[in-house]
């Protein structure tokens, strides 16, 4: 119920996912040149393009992960979820840690952001609601 409420707080905020770390993570084996064979290029940047694509619909994508979670296909659902909202606990860690770093003001307007945003707080009750499931 945590989820489907979080996905419509997502819809509501015009917030957005992406591929996340697997697009970073393809970027960087493909640029590094860790993998040369052209289908195997072709095959990561595919995913990476299905991700981000998935990632793309938002708060659909969140509803569709609580849908899966229902229905026993938690791991599916998580990475929905996760897709859907752009960062899993990881990710909002690592964007406040450096909001914190760039200074005490760049931190504090990013909090005031979040609290005055109905989008920020869908994504922070779909990590929550992620969390909680067993």
Same mark, same amino acid.
């Given at each position: 119920? +945590?989820?489907?409420?979080?996905?419509?707080f997502?819809?509501?905020?015009?917030?957005?996912g992406g591929?996340g $770390?697997f697009g970073?993570?393809?970027? $960087?084996?493909?640029?590094q040149?860790?993998i040369?064979?052209?289908?195997? $290029?072709?095959?990561?940047?595919?995913?990476?393009?299905?991700?981000?694509?998935?990632?793309?619909l938002?708060? +659909?994508?969140? +509803?569709?992960?609580a849908?899966?979670?229902f229905?026993?296909?938690?791991i599916?659902?998580?990475?929905l979820?996760?897709?859907?909202t752009?960062?899993?606990l990881?990710?909002?860690?690592?964007?406040?840690?450096?909001?914190?770093?760039?200074?005490?003001?760049?931190f504090?307007g990013?909090?005031?952001?979040? $609290?005055?945003?109905?989008?920020?707080?869908?994504?922070?009750?779909?990590?929550y609601?992620?969390?909680?499931?067993?």
């Open positions: 119920m +945590i989820l489907i409420i979080s996905g419509l997502v819809i509501e905020g015009n917030m957005v591929s $770390i970073f993570l393809g970027d $960087i084996i493909v640029e040149g860790y040369t064979e052209a289908y195997m $290029i072709d095959l990561i940047t595919t995913v990476i393009f299905v991700f981000g694509l998935i990632g793309s938002g708060g +659909i994508t969140v +509803i569709m992960g849908g899966f979670i229905f026993y296909r938690k599916l659902g998580k990475l979820v996760a897709l859907g752009g960062m899993g990881i990710g909002l860690f690592i964007l406040f840690l450096t909001t914190f770093i760039t200074g005490i003001y760049a504090l990013l909090i005031l952001i979040i $609290i005055h945003s109905i989008g920020w707080i869908g994504v922070l009750l779909s990590i609601g992620t969390k909680i499931v067993k």
